[in-house]
């Protein structure tokens, strides 16, 4: 049994290994992922800051702890293309004949996109305090609210995972990716207070995990009630997991059956 598992703990290191090697030889999938999401935080702040209100607080301060858990929302879409390809190349076909462990090639792209996002949420953290944004409660917070971001990534990675090996095509994961992320992106308390949405709304968008993440980042960040949205955003990534790494797997060996 413990040969077992460090097989399979070998396996997941060989397959992480293998991802992060695509990033390196091909530079410009995460340069072009991180030009964009720089881009997108400039726009949205210095485009929609000055129409919308947060009181005395800069809008970048407001939106930039949201932003970075937008950035791994919208990554997890990368994961669905790239499960698809794979899938599309008979990639997957080919590990699945080698005597490996079934979860290493999905755990290892989701380790690999853990990595990905760290480097991401750090370059706009750097881009942030450029504009103005600050981390008011020191290093310590800065530490865990990376590590809370890349843990959230790292839940609905899986659901992307799942999404792009039940799909059968890269353009039907690209769409089937991002039809689930615009609801949690948009009705959350990422780019505007709840309270100004209509009621209805205000209920889907409290439930929202994207909101317990953006909440919980803003604690952080500025000071206020972690525990409140804390507990909330550690129970959604759990959730998730829970369902979504299982359903994944399972979905893997069933393939070609």
């Keep these: 049994m413990k040969q077992s598992w460090k097989n399979s703990i070998s396996d997941i290191g060989v397959m992480t290994k293998r991802d992060i090697l695509k990033y390196l030889r091909l530079p410009q ?3 072009f992922n991180a030009v964009l999401n720089i881009v997108l935080l400039l726009l949205f702040n210095y485009v929609f800051g000055g129409a919308i209100k947060t009181g005395s607080l800069p809008y970048v301060q407001y939106f930039l702890p949201g932003f970075l858990a937008q950035t791994v929302v919208f990554g997890s879409t990368q994961t669905s293309v790239g499960i698809s390809e794979d899938l599309s190349k008979g990639l997957i076909d080919r ?6 462990s079934r979860a290493a090639f999905l755990t290892g792209r989701v380790v690999a996109d ?3 996002y760290a480097i991401l949420v750090v370059l706009i953290i750097a881009v942030g305090v450029i504009m103005g ?3 008011e409660n020191g290093f310590p917070s800065i530490l865990g609210g990376i590590g809370l971001i890349v843990l959230f990534g790292i839940a609905l990675t899986w659901v992307g995972v799942f999404i792009g090996i039940s799909v059968k095509d890269t353009e039907t994961a690209q769409v089937a990716g991002f039809v689930w992320v615009f609801p949690l992106v948009f009705a959350s308390s990422l780019y505007v207070p709840i309270a100004t949405m209509p009621s209805w709304l205000q209920v889907f968008a409290n439930a929202n995990p994207v909101t317990a993440m953006v909440d919980t980042m803003r604690a ?3 000071g206020g009630n972690v525990v409140s949205s804390l507990w909330k955003i550690l129970a959604w990534d759990a959730g998730i997991i829970l369902v979504f ?3 994944a797997i399972r979905r893997y060996r069933l393939l070609n059956n």
Excluded at 95 to 100: A, D, I, K, T, Y
């Design 133 to 135: 944004f600050r981390f």
């Design 29 to 31: 999938l995460l340069v």
């Design 114 to 116: 853990a990595v990905r």
């Design 95 to 100: 590990f699945r004949s080698l005597p490996m």
């Design 220 to 222: 952080i960040s500025i």
């Design 245 to 247: 790494l299982p359903l």
